[in-house]
């Protein structure tokens, strides 16, 4: 009886011995794959060939390693004139950075107050605004972005000859004046939080804002890091509204995403700069990636506020 | 009649039909007419003029400066780069009258002759029409002001005082001041260039038809392009009447597929990792997140060369003597295979898809009750079993609003097209290739080619259908219609 039970127990044992390596196997597959392309651009950025006749290669060669390595590319990048732009990199990073910033501080308050009157007030045109919001994002993004040029155009700030520099501004006016429309994620958290809460507050004789500055914001620091990681990173991945809105002409003021993508496709594109896009590519997903893995748990925490409820 | 409704509780009053509302509004606009005070009546006229006889002077003088303002603006009718605001700018909302030639001078900085810039009309043209629509608000908001105010002395309380009217805005009328600056920024910025992209389908503007003619002017064709869509009359006709069911056909075939690869390569993953006993399951999220974090045009750009035509793949395939000619995997030369290329976004798709569904289903996975799982194993359920009885329904139940939400996603998931295929192989003679989404196509017409009116057809195409699917699947769900009962 005993024998047959450790038997059964070896098994069973064994089983999940086998079933565990198959896993592992699958999985060390899968992770491979998933990280060849990331590597590849590694490899490619710290390449430093040069063909027989001493000139270097800058273009997607046939062979994955490369047959020396050094910080050319990055060197080149960081010096090099692209479009007529001296030291252009340099400048679009911080371009991109304080993009990045200042559309993260408006399109984060932006969001947070209307989730919070969507939430937790009641108010006459409170469902109104909210099918409105739902039915403007379903129009397609790039159906408005030009006439957004336009606007700005006539408003100077783009386009406008004197100051070319206002295309920041504009560009920073269209990331984040729509983004309190986009407040469904963060309303979906706020609803989590007990409206007794709210009600107690009230009951002591808090205003609505100190309910929203004392009570709400303290317990909403999660959905916070996760909006503020959303616009700041929004500004490094996009490379098509940036261009239109800043202008295939005004290369000085670019983001960074825009610049590395004209090096590849365009009238300015050239096929030896492909190590350069590589190290360009390598320097802006290093802080990216930073900075989400480190706040990997807020972004699941948004990620599954916004979509699984009800 | 007005003050019976008045009495009616609050909840009821949303269950008024529609015309019935209408009806309670006029009344309530001649109620306050004749019930106000002298200056409630006044204010009908003048902005604030309440306001004043209550001796709420600053609130009385911010209504008076907004209705100035309006009406300066209305009459004096400025103008930037030549297109004037105010009443000439609805005039020239017609698109008659205008004047062809002309331009901007860098060198003086002015405009050489005078010009007409029709878009600048249609656009300023909206801008007073949203301008009136202010002003009327305005209107109604001063008139009710003073009524309040009215009401307040009735009772025996005094008017409000504008510092108390400000600290109304903290507590009672908090939404006010949370929605306002979305409510600008989204009007300036969303909602006036949608209204103006969809104006433009109804008018003669494209690069080419201008070109050809030698004009730099439009003018409003009616119905005519979106009729061109299915008799492919027009200089655009042939493209839009010839390529807009493939492609839409397409993005359904792209959507379903991708949603779904995604989503079951998600939960399969997602299995894989917390795995029991298994080791090391940080470092595997860790590596399967990267596709998340590392923005798009750098890793999809990585895969497009990686498979490119020299690229080390297509060089691999060629010495291992699989292939002779290098693979067309991403359909970029005209003649490459196209089914190829579908098949070849879709797979890659699932690369950067597939982690989202991971995290996401990774905590509703825990959050299964292990005694159902107890259960099935005394019952002698197999694993695999267990997981289409019992995994895969809690978790289908949980994620549907993320299912659909995704699917609408992936119909205007521009990214893993454009940077993957351009929307390649390329027909001929058209803009939209065989890999085409709505959305690129999109692209392509307008900032690539300029052909508006063409853009904002396709564009309100898509969100007809979008909006169709959205309204038949999310009206119907729990999450919208109990949205409010949820907490």
């Known amino acids: ?310 | 009649m007005g003050s019976k409704v008045k009495k009616a509780p609050k909840n009821k009053q949303s269950r008024l039909s529609f015309p019935e509302r209408i009806g309670t509004a006029f009344s309530s606009f001649g109620k306050r007419f004749v019930d106000g005070s002298l200056g409630t009546k006044l204010s009908h006229f003048i902005f604030g003029a309440g306001n004043f006889y209550h001796k709420q002077y600053i609130k009385g003088f911010l209504f008076l400066l907004i209705q100035v303002g309006i009406l300066a603006l209305m009459i004096l009718c400025p103008s930037i780069n030549n297109t004037p605001y105010g009443w000439k700018a609805l005039q020239n909302l017609s698109l008659k009258n205008t004047v062809e030639g002309g331009g901007f001078n860098p060198v003086t900085g002015q405009f050489d002759t005078i010009s007409s810039d029709c878009k600048l009309m249609i656009l300023f043209g909206f801008v007073t029409i949203a301008m009136i629509i202010v002003y009327l608000l305005v209107w109604n908001l001063n008139i009710a002001s003073s009524y309040k105010a009215d009401m307040d002395r009735k009772i025996g309380k005094k008017p409000t005082t504008f510092r108390e009217d400000l600290r109304e805005l903290l507590d009672g009328r908090f939404h006010v001041l949370m929605l306002t600056p979305t409510c600008i920024a989204a009007a300036v910025f969303t909602i006036l260039p949608t209204v103006f992209m969809i104006a433009l389908a109804f008018t003669t503007y494209n690069q080419q038809d201008m070109n050809d003619l030698g004009t730099n002017l439009f003018h409003w064709n009616g119905l005519q392009n979106f009729r061109a869509v299915f008799t492919g009359e027009g200089s655009l006709g042939v493209e839009i009447h010839n390529r807009f069911l493939p492609v839409l056909g397409w993005t359904f075939i792209w959507a379903v597929f991708a949603t779904l690869t995604c989503y079951f390569g998600g939960i399969i993953l997602a299995l894989l990792i917390n795995k029991k006993g298994l080791k090391g399951k940080k470092l595997f999220r860790t590596i399967f997140i990267l596709t998340i974090a590392v923005p798009q045009f750098i890793s999809l750009l990585a895969v497009r060369n990686l498979l490119g035509e020299y690229g080390p793949i297509n060089t691999l395939l060629i010495d291992l003597g699989l292939t002779a000619d290098p693979i067309g995997f991403l359909g970029l030369r005209t003649g490459d295979s196209e089914s190829l290329a579908k098949v070849m976004v879709i797979i890659i798709n699932m690369w950067v898809g597939v982690p989202y569904t991971m995290l996401m289903t990774s905590g509703i996975l825990m959050n299964i009750p292990a005694d159902l799982y107890e259960a099935a194993r005394v019952d002698g359920a197999s694993t695999v079993k267990m997981f289409f009885k019992i995994t895969l329904p809690y978790v289908i139940f949980i994620t549907t609003p993320y299912l659909i939400s995704s699917f609408i996603g992936n119909m205007n998931a521009f990214n893993s097209i454009f940077l993957l295929t351009g929307g390649g192989p390329a027909y001929p003679g058209y803009q939209a290739g065989g890999t085409d989404l709505l959305v690129t196509w999109l692209y392509k017409v307008t900032i690539d080619q300029h052909l508006y009116n063409t853009g904002a057809v396709i564009g309100i195409l898509t969100f007809l259908i979008t909006a169709t699917i959205t309204l038949v699947t999310y009206r119907r769900s729990k999450a919208y219609n109990e949205e409010d009962t949820f907490q």
């Open chain 1, 1 to 310: 009886m005993s024998m047959t039970k450790t038997k059964k127990v070896a098994s069973q044992s064994r089983n999940r011995r086998v079933s565990l390596t198959v896993t592992y196997a699958i999985l060390i597959i899968l992770g491979i794959i998933w990280l060849v392309p990331f590597v590849w651009i590694l490899l490619s950025a710290f390449r430093c060939d040069y063909q027989s006749d001493g000139t270097f290669i800058g273009t997607v060669t046939s062979y994955f390693f490369p047959k020396h390595f050094g910080l050319k590319n990055f060197a080149d990048l960081f010096s090099a004139t692209y479009y007529a732009v001296p030291r252009a990199f340099p400048r679009w990073m911080l371009n991109t950075l304080i993009i990045a910033v200042v559309d993260c501080l408006i399109s984060t308050f932006l969001v947070l107050s209307v989730a919070y009157c969507m939430s937790k007030l009641r108010f006459k045109l409170r469902k109104t605004f909210m099918n409105l919001s739902m039915v403007i994002g379903l129009f397609p993004g790039f159906m408005s972005m030009i006439a957004i040029y336009f606007l700005l155009k006539s408003i100077g700030l783009t386009g406008n000859p004197a100051h070319p520099e206002y295309s920041v501004i504009g560009l920073i006016l269209a990331y984040s004046a729509g983004a309190g429309l986009g407040f469904q994620i963060a309303k979906g958290f706020f609803d989590v939080i007990p409206n007794a809460l709210v009600e107690s507050a009230k009951l002591d004789g808090c205003t609505n804002f100190q309910i929203f500055r004392r009570i709400i914001l303290p317990l909403a620091k999660p959905i916070i890091i996760y909006q503020a990681l959303m616009s700041f990173t929004g500004p490094w991945m996009d490379f098509i509204f940036a261009k239109v809105i800043i202008g295939a002409d005004n290369p000085s003021y670019w983001t960074v995403s825009v610049g590395l993508y004209s090096m590849l496709f365009g009238q300015y594109s050239n096929t030896n700069l492909f190590t350069q896009f590589a190290a360009g590519c390598v320097i802006v997903a290093i802080p990216i990636v930073t900075l989400f893995m480190f706040l990997q748990k807020y972004y699941v925490e948004g990620v599954t506020a916004g979509a699984v409820k009800g």
